[in-house]
């Protein structure tokens, strides 16, 4: 174990900060300079303002902003703060909290509507007592502090943003794909949660228990609490993140076994082709048909292009092109 650890932790970091990004730079600057004391005296007041959209009559995008951060970054950053340093890198404190804090924030929600009763109530009490603690911590300089240079290459930082930034615009295109395949269901089991609280029933059949896991769903719909979003865009905000953190996580696991930056690279990539949401990737091999059957050349690759269709329902088609169409539809 002793090797194993060596292997990780002798990095060349000159190497390291040639190729290091402005944003986990910048990012490591600021959150190392969190003990000078008008950046605490900002971060204390950012940190008890947050709830307030939530109480008071805030514009929606305030709203939105303030319920993002406090749904989807301020529990687990404040679970990283508890469990200090051990030898993270900074950028990690931008990325981990958002895999983090869906699981915390569902969980103190289900605690607190143990005593509360109400969804809406339950998550009211959790701004404020996870905010308090944010500001706690900050007070007594649980952040800061020298870290470790990260071993993640810009590059993979620029695929997280490219791949999140992909299923905004795809669902920005086509609204469709926010309510495609089992999106349904997932929704009426929010929408269960919202209507009549946890644990919830079964949406498909009258008065049955639910079966499937639904801690999920719970937080989907305390985020919807907390952003003031519908159901469906409410879904598509946990996709967006799940897609900007995924190639950091699979890059990050990557490291454990190498510091080869053209591995470090390509796996988040090749993680991300073996999607099968992403099966549009390997779209282009259709134009291979222009070398076979009767018509070929440009009018069959004319054909092939002028079968794209991304406005509508047909939008699937394009998007898992070598899929066989199931009796119930494509649930891609």
């Not at 009211?124 to 870290?147: D, E, H, P």
């Not at 926010?178 to 929704?187: C, E, K, L, P, V």
């Not at 896991?213 to 305390?222: N, R």
Request: charged share 15%.
């Amino acid at each position: 174990m002793r090797n194993a650890r060596n292997v990780y932790v002798r990095p060349n970091r000159a190497a390291q900060e040639r190729k290091a990004l402005p944003l986990p730079r910048f990012f490591g600057s600021v959150m190392s300079r969190m003990q000078s004391r008008p950046i605490q005296i900002v971060l204390l007041t950012l940190a008890l303002a947050l709830p307030l959209p939530l109480f008071l009559g805030a514009p929606a995008v305030l709203k939105v902003a303030s319920g993002f951060v406090l749904a989807y970054y301020v529990p687990g950053i404040i679970l990283l703060g508890l469990l200090g340093n051990r030898d993270r890198p900074r950028v990690d404190d931008l990325f981990l909290p958002l895999v983090l804090s869906p699981i915390i924030a569902a969980l103190l929600v289900l605690g607190l509507h143990a005593v509360f009763g109400t969804l809406s109530t339950s998550v009211k009490a959790f701004s404020v007592t996870v905010c308090l603690f944010l500001a706690g911590m900050i007070l007594t300089k649980r952040f800061g502090g020298t870290r470790e240079t990260s071993p993640i290459p810009a590059a993979v930082l620029i695929v997280c943003v490219l791949f999140g930034a992909l299923v905004i615009v795809s669902c920005l295109v086509n609204g469709f794909l926010m309510i495609r395949s089992d999106s349904w269901y997932h929704a009426s089991v929010v929408n269960e949660i919202l209507d009549r609280g946890i644990p919830p029933r079964e949406p498909w059949l009258p008065d049955m228990p639910i079966r499937y896991m639904w801690t999920y769903h719970l937080f989907v719909a305390s985020s919807m609490e907390l952003t003031g979003l519908p159901v469906f865009p409410g879904l598509m905000l946990f996709n967006v993140v799940s897609a900007f953190v995924f190639p950091y996580l699979v890059a990050r696991l990557a490291a454990v076994f190498t510091r080869k930056r053209s591995c470090l690279v390509a796996a988040p990539l090749f993680a991300i082709a073996g999607l099968a949401s992403s099966a549009w990737i390997l779209w282009p091999l259709r134009l291979a048909r222009a070398f076979t059957g009767q018509v070929r050349g440009l009018p069959e690759v004319g054909r092939i292009l002028g079968s794209i269709d991304i406005k509508s329902e047909r939008v699937l088609s394009f998007l898992s092109p070598f899929s066989e169409e199931p009796r119930f539809g494509n649930w891609m």
